[in-house]
């Protein structure tokens, strides 16, 4: 099998990674960044330099091409055009070209329900991102579903905060320690680890799922709770939390993972690893 991976960074290596060595399949990979082609030649067959708005570039990577992986990430909070919309709109462009291409996964976010207040969202949720860059993801979804055909499969996973090898949560938040955060704690977050990530990508592609799917964990936790466990788990200070001080944090939802673990999926790591 040939699998194209657009967007090669901390989620498509480890995917070409695994299907290199797990499925044998011929990988390959395209990034924005010269400098990373001598470490994506070890997981990728064959590694290509494009930017997602090169058409050209696009379609000189997909020939004879079975599964497409999207999995791009902005560099900053600016580029999220280019890198998602235009890169969305550039391959539902050329796919028609491309028949033996059968389907197509994308890795998206969570942060296209938006603020829901704590409430429970699951994939029938009306997506209502709440800044400019959530509906620039959604508007991505969008463009990416209207490719679906008879002929091609669609899978959009919608990811939770990604944490995992390389990016321990100790990492991401061990800086908060001893320091004052806004609001109560009591916002929900939801996260998925790295090796759930690469397995339910190989899952849908194996099920052929089509769609949009949640991929978080069963956690649930209320930021109070994550970071008192994990900071008290590392011997760090805590945190200390002010409710007089407005927590402008975009993305309070509860996601379900239901429809996922329906279809057969079982998670490696149910649970979040301190």
Not at 47 to 54: E, F, H, I, P
Not at 237 to 243: H, L, Q
């Amino acid at each position: 099998m040939n699998i194209k991976i657009i967007g090669c960074g901390y989620v498509g290596y480890a995917v070409a990674q695994f299907w290199r060595q797990n499925q044998n399949f011929i990988v390959t990979a395209t990034t924005t960044t010269p400098e990373r082609v001598p470490q994506l030649k070890a997981v990728a067959h064959n590694v290509a330099v494009t930017l997602g708005s090169d058409l050209e570039g696009l379609k000189a990577a997909l020939h004879n091409q079975d599964v497409v992986l999207l999995s791009v990430g902005a560099k900053s909070a600016t580029l999220y055009e280019e890198t998602y919309l235009q890169t969305a709109k550039n391959l539902v462009a050329v796919l028609p070209q491309f028949p033996s291409i059968k389907q197509l996964i994308y890795t998206g976010s969570y942060a296209v329900y938006g603020d829901k207040k704590g409430a429970v969202v699951d994939e029938k949720t009306i997506a209502t991102p709440s800044n400019n860059n959530g509906e620039i993801l959604r508007e991505t979804e969008e463009i990416l579903l209207s490719a679906a055909s008879t002929n091609l499969h669609v899978c959009i996973l919608r990811l939770g905060g990604i944490y995992g090898p390389g990016r321990e949560l100790v990492k991401i938040f061990g800086r908060a320690a001893g320091t004052t955060r806004p609001g109560s704690g009591d916002d929900i977050t939801n996260w998925v680890h790295l090796d759930d990530i690469v397995g339910a990508i190989e899952f849908a592609r194996q099920q052929q799922l089509a769609g949009i799917y949640n991929l978080v964990d069963d956690a649930h936790l209320i930021s109070r709770e994550l970071l008192g466990n994990l900071l008290q788990i590392h011997n760090l200070a805590p945190v200390i939390w002010d409710a007089s001080l407005k927590n402008n944090r975009l993305y309070n939802s509860w996601v379900s993972n239901q429809k996922i673990k329906n279809a057969g999926y079982q998670f490696i790591h149910p649970q979040i690893i301190f």
